[in-house]
Nanobody, 129 residues
Framework: VQLVESGGGLVQPGGSLRLSCTAS????????IGWFRQAPGKEREPVAY????????YYSDSAKGRFTISGDSAKNTVYLQMSSLKPEDTAVYYC???????????????????????WGQGTQVTVSS
């Protein structure tokens, strides 16, 4: 299984970026794809989740209203559209995959730190003027 992120970069406050996570080696409908981020000196935090089987999504409080997660099953790719970016969004963004039965970890927060069977290498997002 391989997850490859792309789309990071430098953007000014208030700007937008779209991150992509392309999965290979897994059955797209059997897994959920989540985005996490980790800023320097901080713990990794969940951002958003998508599962293609029923198009369920979940957003952390920091992402609600500004970020949109979506998927393209033809490309085995999940996108994270980020808008109204703030300097505090600066982080390395990782995508991860886990069985869709573990979706509740995103909803309840319970065991979210253990979520993620497979991980990408990360992509840097820097929000700065």
């Amino acid at each position: 299984v391989q997850l490859v992120e792309s789309g990071g970069g430098l953007v000014q406050p208030g700007g937008s970026l779209r991150l992509s996570c392309t999965a290979s080696g897994l059955t797209f409908d059997d897994y959920g794809i989540g985005w996490f981020r980790q800023a320097p000196g901080k713990e990794r935090e969940p951002v958003a989740y998508f599962q293609n089987s029923d198009k369920s999504t979940y957003y952390s409080d920091s992402a609600k209203g500004r970020f949109t997660i979506s998927g393209d099953s033809a490309k085995n790719t999940v996108y994270l559209q980020m808008s109204s970016l703030k300097p505090e969004d600066t982080a390395v963004y990782y995508c991860a995959a886990d069985h869709r039965a573990r979706f509740l970890a995103w909803v309840t927060g319970s065991r979210i730190r253990e979520w993620g069977l497979f991980w990408g290498q990360g992509t840097q997002v820097t929000v700065s003027s």
